[in-house]
């Protein structure tokens, strides 16, 4: 059922496996016990920053399979795609496996689209296994939107850390929380911002117009859910969507957890504000949120990752950045006698 831009599962669609992969800063932090598989090797065993976070998403898509004892042959379509020009590191990690491949696209919020994809695609038939998978590597993001990593430049408060993480899910016709009961479509969402130091200022409007239309198409609220998790605002996002909120007269600051506020120490790891990277959303939702939906010690919650629609080149001819959201409502419950 379509309600705008929200999609109510006819057959809220299982998370049947997932799987989060991350390196040793990753492990480090107060969530490394989250993680299948840590690499303490930034090049995981081959020549090029490209080549390990390809790894990444090779191994948390192998992990992912051999949870539920699955072959490759077994999943009918994969989705997935980096932070990477033309997803390479989606591309050269997946491409052994041989699966019917969806390459996509929206930066930091790649998984929540991933996921929203992959859902319709089991709800309405056309596949019986569906799998999302994304990834971020901190050295190959930092020399394609930033500065060479030999340059030593100095990073900006409101920066953030991009993660080297990974993570996967597959999906099934509905059998076992956790469930994806709902997701929305984000619209893009420009406010002007052009540091891109700056991300969690960017992305924050865009993660609030998703929530707020979601909650406008379902009539549902904040109350209804145990958390409302962002992919990667960080400090200066996370501020900024609840003043947001506080606008429409809406309390968010409760339920709000952030991914990027979540997965390093900031007592002890210098992250200045915060995680981001599609690995930082996948991660955390396939290691800490999918495990506790699973068991029932998480209900309901609103998963709603952000992305920066920037590239370097337009940034540096002082365009604008762009953000988006999409948002998946995940739920131990099917929705029946609930």
Same mark, same amino acid.
């Given at each position: 059922?379509?309600?705008?831009?929200?999609?109510?599962?006819?057959?809220?669609?299982?998370?049947?496996? *997932?799987?989060?992969?991350?390196?040793?800063?990753?492990?480090?932090?107060?969530?490394?016990?989250?993680?299948?598989?840590? +690499?303490?090797?930034?090049?995981? &065993?081959?020549?090029?920053?490209?080549?390990?976070?390809?790894?990444?998403?090779?191994?948390?898509?192998?992990?992912?399979?051999?949870?539920?004892?699955?072959?490759? *042959?077994?999943?009918?379509?994969?989705?997935?795609?980096?932070?990477?020009?033309?997803?390479?590191?989606? /591309?050269?990690?997946?491409?052994?496996?041989?699966?019917?491949?969806?390459?996509?696209?929206?930066?930091?919020?790649?998984?929540?689209?991933?996921?929203? #994809?992959?859902?319709?695609?089991?709800?309405?038939?056309?596949?019986?296994?569906?799998?999302?998978?994304?990834?971020?590597?901190?050295?190959?993001?930092?020399?394609?939107?930033?500065?060479?990593?030999?340059?030593?430049?100095?990073?900006?408060?409101?920066?953030?850390?991009?993660?080297?993480?990974?993570?996967?899910?597959?999906?099934?016709?509905?059998?076992?929380?956790?469930?994806?009961?709902?997701?929305?479509?984000?619209?893009?969402?420009?406010?002007?911002? /052009?540091?891109? +130091? +700056?991300?969690?200022?960017?992305?924050?409007?865009?993660?609030?117009?998703?929530?707020?239309?979601?909650?406008?198409?379902?009539?549902? /609220?904040?109350?209804?859910?145990?958390?409302?998790?962002?992919?990667?605002?960080?400090?200066?996002?996370?501020?900024?969507?609840?003043?947001?909120?506080?606008?429409?007269?809406?309390?968010?600051?409760?339920?709000?957890?952030?991914?990027? #506020?979540? #997965?390093? &120490?900031?007592?002890?790891?210098?992250?200045?504000?915060?995680? &981001?990277?599609?690995?930082?959303?996948?991660?955390?939702?396939?290691?800490?949120?999918?495990?506790?939906?699973?068991?029932? *010690?998480?209900?309901?919650?609103?998963?709603?990752?952000?992305?920066?629609?920037? *590239?370097?080149?337009? +940034?540096?001819?002082?365009? /604008?950045?762009?953000?988006? &959201?999409?948002?998946?409502?995940?739920?131990?419950?099917?929705?029946?006698?609930?």
């Amino acid at each position: 059922m379509l309600q705008k831009a929200t999609r109510i599962m006819k057959a809220p669609p299982s998370v049947i496996s *997932s799987a989060a992969v991350g390196g040793r800063k990753e492990h480090e932090g107060p969530m490394g016990h989250c993680f299948d598989k840590i +690499n303490d090797d930034p090049y995981f &065993s081959t020549e090029t920053y490209e080549r390990g976070e390809a790894q990444l998403q090779k191994q948390a898509v192998r992990l992912a399979l051999e949870k539920i004892s699955a072959e490759p *042959s077994d999943i009918d379509v994969l989705l997935g795609g980096d932070l990477l020009n033309q997803c390479v590191g989606t /591309t050269y990690g997946v491409e052994d496996y041989d699966m019917p491949f969806l390459g996509i696209y929206s930066a930091c919020s790649t998984m929540s689209e991933g996921v929203l #994809l992959a859902s319709v695609l089991v709800d309405s038939g056309h596949s019986q296994r569906a799998m999302a998978v994304t990834s971020s590597h901190f050295c190959t993001a930092e020399r394609q939107y930033r500065l060479p990593l030999n340059y030593g430049g100095q990073r900006t408060p409101t920066s953030q850390w991009t993660a080297t993480a990974g993570g996967a899910l597959i999906l099934a016709p509905k059998d076992k929380p956790p469930y994806v009961r709902a997701c929305t479509v984000g619209r893009i969402v420009d406010m002007d911002i /052009t540091d891109p +130091n +700056n991300m969690g200022a960017a992305m924050a409007p865009a993660a609030y117009s998703t929530i707020r239309e979601f909650f406008t198409d379902t009539g549902m /609220t904040p109350a209804d859910f145990d958390l409302i998790v962002t992919g990667d605002l960080g400090k200066v996002g996370s501020r900024l969507l609840c003043e947001l909120f506080d606008r429409d007269g809406t309390d968010l600051r409760q339920k709000h957890r952030d991914c990027g #506020l979540m #997965l390093y &120490s900031f007592e002890e790891q210098d992250v200045h504000a915060g995680g &981001s990277g599609c690995g930082c959303a996948a991660s955390m939702l396939c290691g800490h949120f999918i495990p506790q939906l699973r068991e029932g *010690s998480l209900k309901n919650i609103l998963f709603a990752a952000t992305g920066a629609l920037l *590239s370097p080149t337009v +940034n540096q001819q002082g365009e /604008t950045i762009p953000s988006v &959201s999409h948002l998946v409502w995940l739920s131990h419950y099917s929705g029946e006698g609930v």
